[in-house]
């Protein structure tokens, strides 16, 4: 019984939603945790205000009779409360029934306190509070002001640090989850892309396996004709007969040395042999070896071939390999084959353009091409054979040439491959 398999297209979808709902998570997470944050720092304002209150009640001062809360204090900046008083309070009852109050609401952080005089428009007294285990702060370090009032000034510069201290539960919990979440998305990305290596290595095998098969096939029928004692009566069968064996076996030995090549030259850096070449005469070169094909699949050559004195450094037998590959492809990829081959010179670059009439690719194929063993499926690619190896190949060499290439292409209306080489 076949088993649930699921297609590397599939798990890319999978990836896609899974990385989505991942961001949307990591977006919640993070409108989460601000609103914590936001909650925090709102307790801790109202923590030092309920403290200030019971300080005015513990040290009965006149103004809190007088106005509401809210008119008392004012906040100048975030970790800075300013409160009304009567500058006569007894220093020492008010840093021991402000230490009580702010350890009572819970409010474990440096506190820098001073007591300002309308009249003499200076602080009288300055001191420190620290929660217990906290570093001595040396220096009362209360900002300068002038106000037409006595007040008590309380200043907290680690008022960020204790809120986010209060909140290492959330940190830590967002942080796991976060790390989780990453890792999740690594395997799956993994799994991806081991399942898509199993994929490509069997569509491998299975090209591998088409393309041999055929020959194979013709020669073993070719080869029963020829054991038939009778054929030696009829010269001119024998001779077609043994031209089918040669062609294949030709065909065959064509293809595994192209194999051979891709395997060689796939995990090591390619080493070039360059020497002056002329890029038209290998253009000449590459349609003469096609010409079976082009000859079978009647396909038409143009030629707008206007680079001025073509020559450039280039390894001969690696760009006919190029040259070989793109014009077979056009051939491959067209139903009536109609090939324009162009050339043009920059100062610095030569480039030469195979352009076709064929079936053409999208934009998300033109993308794939030039992987390893990735084949069009669309259209006549599929009937056409090819071990989609060429494009791979074409562009490691030309990447050893520091050349370029890149891809017009439209689907129904045809390709246009383009290469560009450095002339020297
Ligand atoms: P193969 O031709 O053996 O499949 P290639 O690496 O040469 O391998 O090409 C990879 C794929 O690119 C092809 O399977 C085909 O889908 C697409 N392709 C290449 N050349 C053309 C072209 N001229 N027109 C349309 N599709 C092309």
């Known amino acids: ?29 993070l409108i989460w945790f601000r609103n914590v ?18 300080l005015y009640e513990d040290l009965d001062i006149k103004v809190y009779d007088t106005a509401p809360l809210s008119e008392l204090i004012e906040r100048p900046t975030r970790d800075l409360f300013i409160a009304r008083a009567n500058h006569e309070l007894g220093t020492d009852s ?69 809120i986010l201290s209060q909140m290492n539960f959330w940190i830590i919990t967002s942080a796991v989850l976060l790390l989780v979440l990453i890792l999740l998305s690594g395997s799956l990305y993994y799994f991806y892309k081991q399942k898509f290596l199993n994929e490509t290595q069997r569509d491998f095998i299975h090209n591998f396996t088409h393309e041999f098969k055929t020959p194979v096939a013709v020669m073993g029928l070719a080869a029963e004709v020829l054991e038939d004692p009778a054929i030696v009566n009829k010269p001119e069968k024998l001779s077609v ?54 000859a079978e699949r009647s396909a038409v050559l143009g030629y707008e071939l206007n680079a001025p004195s073509p020559f450039l450094q280039a390894d001969r037998g690696y760009l006919l390999i190029v040259i070989i590959n793109l014009i077979e492809n056009a051939i491959k990829y067209s139903r009536e084959p109609e090939i324009l081959l162009q050339s043009s010179k920059t100062e610095k670059y030569i480039t030469l353009a195979v352009k076709d009439n064929g079936i053409g690719m999208d934009k998300k194929q033109v993308r794939q091409i030039f992987k390893r063993f990735y084949r069009g499926q669309q259209g006549e690619t599929h009937s056409s054979k090819g071990f ?37």
């Open 241 to 294: 007969y043994a031209g089918i064996v040669k062609y294949q076996s030709g065909y065959l030995h064509s293809q595994i040395d192209r194999l051979l090549q891709f395997a060689y030259t796939d995990s090591r850096h390619i080493h070039l042999r360059k020497e002056v070449v002329n890029l038209h005469s290998l253009v000449e070169e590459a349609v003469a070896n096609l010409e079976p094909l082009i």
């Open 1 to 29: 019984m076949a088993g649930f398999v699921i297609r590397s297209s599939t798990l890319r979808i999978g990836i896609v939603i899974s990385t989505a709902i991942i961001c949307i998570i990591m977006v919640f997470q």
């Open 37 to 54: 944050y936001r909650a925090q720092q709102k307790e801790f304002d109202h923590s030092v205000i309920k403290a200030l209150r019971g």
């Open 388 to 424: 989609g190896i060429g494009l791979a190949f074409v562009k490691k060499i030309m990447s050893a040439h520091n050349g370029k290439i890149r891809v017009e292409s439209e689907p129904g209306r045809g390709s246009r491959f383009i290469i560009q080489l450095p002339i020297s």
């Open 94 to 162: 008010l840093t021991r029934f402000l230490q009580y109050e702010l350890e009572d609401f819970e409010v474990f952080t440096v506190c820098h306190v001073g007591l300002y005089d309308k009249n003499q428009n200076r602080y009288i007294y300055k001191t420190v509070l620290e929660p217990p285990g906290e570093r001595k702060n040396p220096v009362a370090d209360v900002p300068g002001l002038q106000r037409p009032f006595d007040c008590i000034v309380l200043s907290f510069p680690n008022r960020e640090r204790f």
